[in-house]
């Protein structure tokens, strides 16, 4: 395929999966039960933190979170106190704990008490190019509080070779001008032409083929690689290609 092909054909492919129904099969349609954005945000937040695995799990569980937190995460966040966490404890995905749990929420409270809440994290440490150094930077603000040194495992530090799929995702999903739906875009302050797609098993086996992506590993280098091809596709909105390649790779078996 030459360069104008293979943007026709993954336009194409956006604009099939990059719609409303996608939403009923992804874990974004847990943050799509709230209109606050602080809602918004601590929803995605949390469901992009235990998207690994089985689907229906993920959004089983997440849906199983927002429930623990009475459906009013921000409100939960804020103004809990230290009995309120004892309901969370029973809380598990995988390696994801009801101990990970609580230190989250008391992590997101310091976010939004001390430092202006997520956006204003992320926001006062991207670099023109990048929103890589901004997830590393808030990784060291959201374990400022007391925690276990295992739960750090579930927050991905790209400056430690991680291709910090999930975060990128959630980051996917506040930031990106959707005129579809799917995504928010209620994070204006950051521009989303610095966003980086989501790399998984999926994704990076589908860009492989298609020539997007020549490294082995699906580590932070790769995603370097990855969005430096897709941004020769669209310099504007680089990350809506997520769809096309999670779409080819998971619904077609490309």
């Not at 739906?181 to 998984?200: A, E, R, T």
């Not at 080819?248 to 078996?253: I, S």
Request: hydrophobic share 40%.
């Amino acid at each position: 395929m030459t360069k104008k092909e293979l943007k026709e054909f993954l336009d194409a492919k956006v604009e099939q999966y990059n719609r409303l129904d996608f939403i009923d099969s992804d874990p974004i349609q847990i943050p799509h039960k709230f209109s606050k954005k602080e809602d918004i945000e601590i929803a995605g937040f949390l469901s992009a933190t235990i998207a690994w695995g089985n689907r229906k799990s993920i959004i089983n569980n997440a849906n199983k979170m927002m429930q623990l937190l009475d459906n009013a995460p921000f409100d939960f966040v804020i103004n809990h106190e230290e009995k309120d966490l004892e309901q969370l404890e029973s809380f598990v995905h995988r390696t994801f704990n009801g101990i990970d749990f609580i230190t989250f929420i008391k992590g997101l409270q310091h976010i939004y008490n001390n430092h202006n809440g997520l956006e204003a994290v992320f926001f006062n440490h991207v670099n023109k190019h990048s929103i890589q150094p901004a997830i590393h930077e808030f990784k060291t603000i959201f374990f400022e509080i007391e925690h276990l040194k295992r739960t750090e495992k579930h927050v991905s530090d790209p400056l430690k070779k991680s291709a910090a799929k999930r975060i990128n995702m959630f980051l996917r999903w506040m930031v990106r001008q959707d005129k579809t739906g799917v995504d928010f875009g209620i994070w204006q302050s950051i521009s989303p032409s610095i966003l980086s797609c989501p790399l998984d098993v999926h994704s990076g086996n589908v860009a492989r083929k298609l020539g997007l992506l020549k490294r082995k590993q699906n580590d932070a280098k790769a995603l370097e690689e990855l969005d430096q091809s897709l941004r020769k596709l669209d310099e504007n909105d680089p990350v809506k290609y997520d769809f096309a390649l999670f779409g080819l790779g998971v619904f077609e078996g490309f």
